[in-house]
C-alpha cells in the first residue's frame, strides 16, 4: 500500500528475503514509475520514491571568476517519480520574487550576483523541493574618462590632468585602473610633473578593468607649448 502523499511504498512479504524488479503505479492513467531492482526483506518493509525533480542547466560563464559577459541562457528539465507526469516547472529570482512559469529556454538579464530559484510540479499536483542557482551578470564595461583643464599649456604650469573610473551598477566592480603619459605610467590622483617633457602633442590615457575580465581605455591630447614667460621659468628652475 501507498503513504505519505503516494511517495511511500509498504511491503508485507510473508516468505523469504528476495529481489524483485519494482514498478509503482499511482492510479489507473498513471504512468508506471520503474524504481530499479530491490531487495525486499522478509516480513513488513517500505520504499521511498522522490518528489518531482528539477534541474537547471545555463551557457558556460564566458567571464572571469565565474561571472557571465553575456546573457546566459537558462533551461529547466524535470523528472517525474508519481507516474502522472510534469505539468509544471517554476523560476524565480531572489529575493521573494513571484513564481514564473517556465515555457522555453530564456536568456537571464538580470545583472550583478542573483539567485535563481527554480521548481518542479508533478500531474499529482506534488511540488519538489526548491533548487537554486547562483548567477553573476556583468555586461557592461567599466566607465573611464579623462580630461585636461586647457587645450594648451606649458612646462611650468600644472597639469590639470584628470582621470575617473567606475563599473556600472550592479556590476561585478572595478578591479583595476592605471594612467599613462606618452605611454609611460603616472600615478593616479597625482600631479604630472610636465618639466622635462618636449613641447608638442601629448597624449594622456587611462585605462580600468572590472572583475568579469571587461577593460576600457579613454585618451585625450593637449599640447605643451613654450612662451617667454614659460622659458624665463624655465631657466631659473635649472
Do not use: C
Not at 59 to 73: M, N, V
Not at 227 to 238: G, K
Amino acid at each position: 500500500r501507498l503513504e505519505n502523499a503516494g511517495y511511500r511504498l509498504l511491503v508485507d512479504n510473508d516468505g523469504p528475503a528476495t529481489t524483485a524488479t519494482l514498478t509503482v503505479n499511482g492510479g489507473e492513467k498513471a504512468t508506471p514509475v520503474e524504481l530499479g531492482e530491490v531487495i525486499i526483506p522478509s516480513g513488513e518493509g517500505s520504499f521511498e520514491f522522490a518528489l518531482p525533480l528539477a534541474s537547471l542547466k545555463t551557457t558556460p560563464a564566458d567571464g572571469l571568476a565565474g561571472w557571465w559577459k553575456t546573457q546566459p541562457t537558462l533551461e529547466l528539465s524535470g523528472k517525474d517519480f508519481s507516474g502522472r507526469g510534469i505539468k509544471q516547472l517554476y523560476w524565480r529570482t531572489q529575493p521573494n520574487s513571484a513564481w514564473v512559469y517556465y515555457r522555453a529556454p530564456f536568456e537571464y538579464t538580470q545583472e550583478g550576483g542573483t539567485v535563481v530559484e527554480y521548481r518542479a510540479e508533478d500531474g499529482a499536483g506534488h511540488s519538489g523541493r526548491v533548487g537554486s542557482f547562483a548567477v553573476k551578470l556583468d555586461t557592461r564595461a567599466p566607465v573611464v574618462q579623462v580630461g585636461s583643464s586647457r587645450p594648451e599649456m606649458t612646462r611650468v604650469e600644472a597639469s590639470g590632468l584628470v582621470t575617473s573610473a567606475s563599473d556600472p551598477v550592479p556590476g561585478s566592480g572595478l578591479s583595476g585602473s592605471h594612467t599613462t603619459l606618452d605611454g609611460q605610467a603616472v600615478s593616479v590622483g597625482v600631479e604630472v610633473d610636465l618639466f622635462w617633457l618636449d613641447v608638442g602633442t601629448r597624449r594622456y590615457s587611462a585605462q580600468a578593468s572590472d572583475v568579469a575580465g571587461w577593460e576600457s581605455t579613454a585618451s585625450t591630447d593637449f599640447q605643451l607649448v613654450a612662451t617667454y614667460a614659460s622659458v624665463r621659468e624655465t631657466i631659473r628652475r635649472l
